[in-house]
């Protein structure tokens, strides 16, 4: 079983940029420790006749099919009610 040390939780707080008081680092360390118990529990388990889960909707294909659609106007066209054009483009503000 893993049981994380003091110095464990400490560096992982160091990692994820977290300022952690004593308790904080003790209730941690026991809930981490839990965790990691859960998943040696779940590598325990006998997988081998089992097929992996890719999708679970049954959808196979979701993505429409790429159409060129004809609307009878040419950019040109398009770009002469715009009130302002730069190198053959819509010209807007500046957004940041």
Do not use: C, W
């Not at 040390?5 to 026991?30: C, M, P, Y």
């Not at 997988?47 to 009878?72: H, K």
């Amino acid at each position: 079983m893993s049981k994380l040390s003091r110095e464990d939780v400490l560096k992982l707080a160091k990692l994820s940029r977290l300022k952690l008081s004593d308790e904080e680092i003790q209730k941690f360390q026991n809930e981490l420790s839990e965790i990691l118990e859960y998943v040696e529990k779940l590598n325990s388990v006998d997988t081998s006749g089992l097929q992996p889960t890719y999708q679970v909707t049954g959808l196979t294909n979701v993505m429409r099919s790429d159409e060129i659609i004809d609307y009878g106007t040419s950019p040109d066209e398009l770009l002469k009610n715009a009130p302002a054009v730069s190198e053959h483009q819509f010209k807007v503000k500046r957004v940041l």
